[in-house]
């Protein structure tokens, strides 16, 4: 189960690297960076949010567990991990490249974070709600 707090460690780090990243885009726009290199400021945006989003999933899901002494399948837990950190992944590429939504590889790097994240989220919620259930 610690890979979820690694996972959320890493959203956190994104997270506040983004912050600094589109504060100083704003604040002291450097010609090359801000409007060339950061094409999509309301995109870095969805990523920030993400991250936190992801970040408080993985310590979400790892302090219900551990309060009601619930051991989280480990292949669920990584795939938490690695997907709640590749899901807000997938905006701060798109904020970078213009045609982003246009290229298949990137298509098919979405699609499989999607999958992984979905599979750790659907597997964890199915252990939480067993543990609910069989404990009535």
């Known amino acids: 189960?610690?890979?979820?707090?690694?996972?959320?460690?890493?959203?956190?780090?994104a997270l506040?690297?983004?912050?600094?990243?589109?504060?100083?885009?704003?604040?002291?726009?450097?010609?090359?960076i801000d409007g060339d290199f950061l094409v999509d400021y309301k995109t870095m945006i969805r990523a920030h949010v993400d991250y936190a989003l992801m970040a408080l999933f993985n310590l979400g899901f790892f302090g219900a567990a551990k309060a009601a002494g619930v051991?989280?399948?480990y292949f669920a837990c990584v795939c938490v991990a690695i997907g709640g950190f590749t899901n807000p992944t997938v905006f701060v590429i798109?904020?970078?490249?213009p045609d982003f939504w246009s290229k298949t590889?990137?298509?098919?790097?979405?699609?499989?974070?999607?999958?992984?994240?979905?599979?750790?989220?659907?597997t964890i919620c199915y252990q939480?709600?067993?543990?609910?259930?069989?404990?009535?």
């Open 94 to 97: 798109a904020a970078f490249d």
């Open 128 to 136: 939480l709600i067993c543990h609910a259930l069989c404990a009535q």
């Open 105 to 122: 590889k990137w298509k098919v790097f979405s699609a499989i974070s999607f999958v992984i994240t979905t599979v750790g989220f659907m």
């Open 1 to 13: 189960m610690e890979a979820l707090l690694i996972g959320a460690v890493a959203c956190t780090t």
């Open 16 to 32: 506040i690297l983004s912050a600094w990243l589109m504060t100083f885009a704003r604040w002291f726009p450097i010609k090359g």
């Open 71 to 73: 051991e989280l399948h």
